[in-house]
């Protein structure tokens, strides 16, 4: 497995990428919808799968 090599670059990049995420305007943006996985939407629209990917999954490493 690979390791980062300067945490801290890593940790202020991500951060940087994250508040330009944050600024991008969605006022013109999709609606939530099945179309666009629930953009925007609750996690516990994915609870059923998640459970059930979780239980296929279960004993395997």
Do not use: C, E, K
């Not at 990049?13 to 925007?40: E, I, K, M, S």
Request: aromatic share 8%.
């Amino acid at each position: 497995m690979d390791r980062i090599a300067d945490p801290v670059r890593f940790a202020l990049d991500l951060a940087g990428f994250l508040a330009a995420l944050q600024r991008v305007d969605t006022a013109d943006g999709p609606r939530p919808g099945q179309h666009n996985w629930y953009r925007g939407g609750t996690l516990r629209t994915y609870a059923g799968q998640a459970r059930r990917a979780l239980a296929a999954l279960d004993g395997r490493q």
